[in-house]
């Protein structure tokens, strides 16, 4: 049996630093294999986190936002056409005519979004893709092992999307058993992606700027934020008053909530592998993001790295326990 690690478990060590300022460390990465992004984060493509508002900013920041997959074509299309060779959009398995017609109309690329993605039907619906539209990119997911990862490049992945289980609203490794903890199906991936030169995205399991650079450090081009990004005022998440002030509803599109919302309630035979929660809305995005680029920054200069290919090729990774995460936190008292 073979030992697996999150986040929790690893801790990078020091290096030999000659950046002379925590400003100086590139930001700039690879979101696919053709396509380089002024930073190495992306807002998840879900219905409580993408809209306009958010897209918006993410621009402006130097991401590129990718559309969810559960909106009206109408609204759709109207993304596209405002967002011109700067969005993407998503897809599940199905539905060819109406993707192309998304790329066509001007979108960048698209993400095919399936919870598990190593499947021959996934390797199918990228090549038919790509037969169509060749210049167009592709990013596909999820998975979560170094074989995934291998079989959607082949099929013409332009980037994978690896993660399974490991979102806040996500259930399906309590529901199913499967997944595997998100540093090492991203460590894992990472090695064959360092052979075949496609970038992975790391999808989930963030919850600080400490995660974002264990993530990068371990082998991502680029991480994708869900929660987070949720809780912020220009997300797409429904607002309320609540006693905590103002809070967000963040849900898995796996939840029984959102399946009841778009499908009228869940398919025969299965069960919900998500779920909801309202949390208090931390502020702006722009705060978030700057907060985030921060922590990045002041990483690679411990690490002793000038851009992010320099932090993984530098990165020493440590096997830590719980008492190092409990050692590391303030303890005023």
């Not at 490049?153 to 529901?175: E, I």
């Not at 540093?183 to 919850?207: E, H, M, N, S, Y």
């Not at 991480?223 to 002030?245: C, F, P």
């Amino acid at each position: 049996m073979r030992h697996a690690m999150t986040y929790d478990d690893v801790a990078l060590v020091p290096q030999f630093n000659n950046i002379p300022s925590r400003t100086v460390p590139s930001l700039e990465s690879w979101l696919t294999r053709n396509m380089k992004i002024s930073i190495p984060l992306i807002a998840a493509n879900m219905d409580t986190v993408i809209g306009e508002e958010l897209a918006d900013l993410l621009i402006e920041q130097g991401s590129f936002p990718i559309f969810h997959r559960f909106t009206p074509m109408e609204e759709q299309i109207k993304w596209v056409k405002k967002y011109q060779e700067k969005t993407f959009i998503s897809c599940g398995i199905g539905k060819l005519d109406e993707t192309r017609k998304l790329l066509d109309l001007g979108a960048i690329g698209v993400c095919i979004d399936v919870a598990h993605g190593h499947s021959d039907r996934m390797f199918d619906h990228i090549q038919e893709l790509k037969r169509t539209h060749p210049n167009h990119q592709v990013i596909a997911g999820n998975v979560c092992t170094a074989m995934a990862y291998h079989d959607l490049v082949n099929a013409g992945a332009d980037a994978v999307k690896v993660g399974v289980g490991p979102g806040a609203a996500c259930t399906t490794r309590m529901v199913t058993g499967f997944g595997v903890p998100q540093f090492t199906a991203v460590q894992d991936c990472a090695r064959i992606a360092q052979k075949l030169r496609v970038p992975l995205i790391a999808d989930g399991g963030i919850r600080t700027s400490r995660d974002v650079v264990l993530a990068l450090a371990a082998g991502a081009s680029t991480v994708m934020i869900g929660k987070l990004m949720a809780l912020t005022k220009e997300s797409a998440a429904l607002k309320r008053e609540g006693e905590r002030g103002l809070e967000a509803k963040f849900r898995g599109q796996a939840s029984a909530d959102f399946q009841n919302e778009f499908y009228g309630g869940l398919m025969p035979k299965t069960v919900a592998e998500g779920i909801d929660f309202w949390g208090p809305v931390s502020g702006g995005a722009e705060e978030l993001l700057n907060n985030l680029f921060g922590g990045i920054r002041s990483g690679m200069t411990y690490g002793g790295a000038g851009d992010i290919k320099e932090l993984q090729r530098k990165a020493e990774f440590v096997q830590v326990t719980a008492a190092y995460i409990h050692e590391s936190k303030p303890r005023p008292t």
